[in-house]
């Protein structure tokens, strides 16, 4: 659940600057603070998480970022709850102390308790405004995958149906059920 805070133009320093104990996003100059997860999606998260960025480390494909961190490639700050950037988009600058100012290659998504894809439209939108490659919403609550490609083609996974990091996260595959077990 998001609190809007109120309607400005935020710099940065800013944002960097609230205090919270949840993360925070910038959409159409309202901050919003985003309360934190249950105890199930904080799981399902942790879980894939510890997987998919085991994998991408192994691998040396490039960076990953947990919740906590902002993307702001335009007057938009977005924290999604994991996020990859490959090595080759990242760039000599490696990770700023700040917000990225550059769009994840993947971006993840952990529905919360009574969430559903829905409720995700107006991010999602954002992020393939940006060029994010790869997004997947992860619903704990129907253990369900919504895959949505940069072109915005869309395909809902489920139980012994395989999640693939695709072109993105090349070789990554997980079954559905897996992701909740």
């Excluded at 894939?48 to 335009?74: C, K, M, W």
């Excluded at 100012?101 to 559903?116: C, K, Q, S, Y």
């Excluded at 129907?142 to 809902?156: A, L, N, P, S």
């Amino acid at each position: 659940m998001a609190v809007t805070v109120g309607r400005k133009v935020w710099t940065d320093e800013e944002l960097m600057r609230i205090k919270h104990e949840g993360k925070v996003e910038l959409v159409d100059g309202e901050v919003r603070l985003m309360t934190p997860a249950g105890g199930r999606q904080g799981r399902v998260s942790a879980r894939l998480a510890v997987r998919l960025g085991s994998y991408i480390l192994r691998h040396n494909l490039g960076e990953i970022f947990d919740a906590q961190t902002g993307f702001r490639p335009r007057d938009t700050m977005l924290a999604p709850d994991f996020s990859f950037v490959s090595r080759e988009r990242l760039g000599p600058e490696n990770v700023p102390d700040g917000f990225l100012h550059i769009p994840p290659d993947l971006a993840v998504e952990v529905l919360g308790l009574n969430e559903t894809f829905a409720d995700y439209e107006e991010k999602v939108a954002e992020y393939l405004s940006w060029g994010v490659r790869l997004i997947w919403l992860v619903d704990p609550n129907t253990e369900t995958v919504m895959v949505i490609r940069q072109k915005g083609e869309r395909q809902v996974l489920k139980g012994k149906d395989v999640l693939s990091g695709e072109d993105v996260v090349p070789g990554f595959k997980i079954r559905v059920k897996t992701i909740f077990a």
